[in-house]
């Protein structure tokens, strides 16, 4: 044991060089490339994030010096590789060698050789360059929405917000380990924030175009599934984005319409142009989701031209490179094909909800605190003036139907999928070394009913992280200029509570939060439904559950959320104190991560145990196992 800790190069000389090389190169890539951060802003998350990041590695290295589960796979052949035998493959690992590559560049660069602790200390810097990024990517956005040609501002709401994504349990415990996973996520979030860059008014330069395809590339060089968040995420965001800058002359006012076809004449005209129906989310009912989806598809066909010149370069390159690879190998993964065979998996998209609502059950508190507040503000004005007749009648009838139709529809489909596309992989059920084994032990498997019983769950879950993403429900009038529906009575620079039905929020400036946090709100509903699309392709075709499957999924969804002001009286002087009510919802999602990753790291290093044989001989070799993600 101690030579193993003797052997980690873990002094503090040692660790003050790696975090100076760090903190270095996080400066120069701010400093030098469009983003332009504060350098107290990348020093603020990397002292936070960095040394809980070393502790937890330091803590690894001293309980379990040896690889563990995957790393015995990971570990052997990076240093494989390390050796520079680099035609030498184990055929048990599934994923791309991206991660032993990139390792061995940086230990090289860095004059250090590929130890077991060496290696794991990687993703020490990997978590760290994702706090940056995350920061990055949250100001950008709210910059781009608020002025395109602009450059981002950083607020406390984005220091935090990297620093609660690097926390992220399922991310943040496998920086003390050498797994794919935090590498992975790293490049895809890289190649989101140079996306990011790509969508001002002024069209991306060839050498953006170069990077791109670099970065899409280098991203499948990590894990195969990172297609579906680089080319159908990004990519299709990026065509919307064109579409949207196709900028049609302005309908000042819609006509007056004799007939239906006359009507749906005008407005596949309209679409056609690349005026598309693309309403915030929070304004968003199911029709408009329909005609969002229709009118992009009428865009694109009628503009080919500038959709294939934007998607086929660079993201239509990367989709023929995957292509290319997936017909040499034979399919998409490496290795072991066996046991990850592609198999229709719907299933996964009701798990997932679960998942997103234990893990960011802080950030549900605005949207249920806002909802009750409302209700009770329409009841209770109300209730003053009229009759419970008269307040019942004062509701939406259509709402209601619209709402109650919706969720029985989900309820629906989420009980078909339970009764004909619950599949249980081997796997799960072999190995209690994970905590989905014990998940599905004491749900589905524990009686036949239990997954018909989870069905509402599901569907109530969804419903949180839906509504998470639609803010306040206010909407900045430069934003719903994309409202061209058929269905909406309501002109577009009216009230957007008329068209939602939802209580007008507080104004950017009276809530606390930042101009460019207010413009942000709400993402578009394009973006959300790509996101849907993305995630579906991603896990629909995996048989097996992995809570590290849904790490992106995640990421990408807690990155739209948007910075939601907490119901208030109606004072100036109390919504001037939202900014600070929403921090802290922040730093309390901060202190639920902290509990989680401590709750499961005391797991991992004091709760080891055997595998026995019935007769209580030891099995696997008499090695220690413990509990993990």
Request: net charge positive; with cysteine; proline share 7%.
């Amino acid at each position: 044991m101690n030579e193993a800790i003797a052997s980690s190069d873990s002094s503090l000389v040692v660790w003050l060089t790696r975090f100076s090389v760090l903190s270095i190169a996080v400066y120069l890539f701010t400093r030098f490339s469009q983003f332009k951060v504060p350098i107290l802003g990348v020093v603020a998350v990397l002292s936070c994030i960095t040394p809980l990041a070393l502790s937890w590695l330091l803590t690894v290295t001293r309980n379990v010096p040896e690889p563990y589960l995957d790393e015995i796979f990971h570990i052997p052949q990076a240093q494989v590789y390390c050796e520079g035998r680099y035609l030498e493959w184990d055929d048990k690992i599934t994923t791309p060698p991206g991660l032993y590559i990139s390792t061995i560049v940086f230990n090289r660069l860095l004059g250090f050789p590929c130890s077991v602790y060496n290696l794991r200390a990687f993703n020490v810097f990997v978590v760290s360059y994702i706090t940056v990024l995350v920061v990055i990517c949250k100001a950008v956005s709210a910059r781009i929405r608020a002025k395109p040609d602009g450059g981002p501002e950083i607020s406390v709401h984005n220091l935090l917000t990297g620093i609660n994504v690097a926390l992220f349990p399922v991310l943040f415990f496998f920086s003390g380990l050498y797994y794919t996973d935090p590498a992975s996520t790293l490049i895809v979030l890289l190649a989101y924030t140079n996306h990011l860059t790509r969508r001002g008014t002024k069209p991306p330069s060839f050498l953006n175009d170069v990077y791109s395809l670099a970065l899409g590339i280098l991203a499948l060089g990590f894990r195969q599934t990172n297609i579906f968040w680089v080319v159908i995420y990004m990519g299709g965001l990026e065509v919307i984005h064109s579409i949207k800058t196709l900028n049609p002359e302005p309908v000042l006012q819609v006509p007056k319409f004799q007939s239906v076809s006359e009507q749906i004449l005008f407005y596949v005209r309209r679409y056609a142009h690349g005026d598309i129906h693309d309403p915030s989310l929070s304004l968003a009912l199911p029709i408009d989701i329909i005609v969002c989806v229709a009118s992009i598809g009428i865009a694109a066909v009628f503009n080919l031209p500038t959709v294939f010149r934007r998607f086929i370069w660079p993201h239509g390159i990367i989709l023929a490179t995957f292509a290319a690879f997936v017909a040499w190998n034979g399919g998409v993964v490496l290795g072991d094909k066996s046991n990850h065979v592609a198999t229709l998996h719907l299933a996964q998209m009701l798990y997932i909800w679960p998942f997103f609502a234990f893990f960011s059950a802080p950030l549900f508190i605005p949207h249920l605190l806002n909802r009750a507040s409302t209700v009770y503000r329409t009841f209770t004005s109300q209730a003053r003036q009229q009759s419970l007749t008269g307040l019942l009648s004062h509701i939406s009838l259509s709402h209601v139907v619209i709402t109650a139709l919706t969720s029985c529809s989900a309820l629906a489909i989420a009980l078909l999928i339970v009764r004909f596309n619950t599949i249980i992989h081997p796997f799960t059920l072999a190995d209690n070394r994970h905590y989905v084994f014990y998940v599905f032990r004491y749900s589905i498997l524990r009686a036949w009913w239990i997954r018909y019983a989870l069905a509402p769950v599901y569907v109530a879950c969804a419903w949180l992280c839906w509504g998470a993403l639609h803010g306040s429900g206010e909407a900045h009038p430069a934003r719903e200029k994309w409202i061209r529906s058929p269905f909406v009575t309501t002109p577009p620079d009216a009230s957007p509570s008329t068209h939602s039905g939802t209580a007008k929020g507080v104004s950017g400036h009276d809530n606390g939060v930042s101009d460019a946090e207010a413009v942000l709100g709400s993402p578009p509903t394009s973006t959300v439904l790509m996101l849907l699309l993305a995630t579906t392709l991603s896990l629909m075709t995996a048989p097996l559950v992995e809570p590290r499957y849904f790490i992106l999924p995640w990421l990408f969804w807690r990155l739209l959320v948007p910075a939601t002001p907490m119901p208030s009286p109606g004072s100036s002087t109390e919504r001037s104190k939202q900014s600070v009510k929403y921090t802290s919802i922040l730093v309390l999602e901060t202190a639920w991560f902290l509990l989680i990753n401590a709750a499961t790291m005391y797991v991992f290093v004091t709760r080891p145990f055997y595998w026995r044989a019935p007769d209580g001989t030891l099995q696997d070799e008499g090695r220690i196992q413990r509990f993990m993600w």
